[in-house]
């Protein structure tokens, strides 16, 4: 699940990128350097990128935790 939606947030990523290059290209006035849209995009791309990783890393920790055997008897923890 986390490849896909991770491969899906980089092609949006992607396809937003070059629109704004495609765009950028066709009024282009010199090289002016890097503009803040392009870095604006790069910055929230990523930034939904860390979220959806946080995001399953939290749901996994949450079933790990509650996986964990809190009983005094090791016999009973090894059935469940």
Sequence with gaps: MLR???A???LLHLSL??????SRDRTDDGDRGDAGLSTAVIAVGL??????VIF????KATQIASNVCTSTDP???QQQ
């Design 4 to 6: 896909a939606v991770a």
């Design 8 to 10: 899906r947030l980089l």
């Design 17 to 22: 990128t070059d629109a704004y290059r495609r």
């Design 47 to 52: 930034v939904l990128i860390a979220g959806v």
């Design 56 to 59: 399953y890393l939290r749901q």
């Design 75 to 77: 016999t009973q923890c």
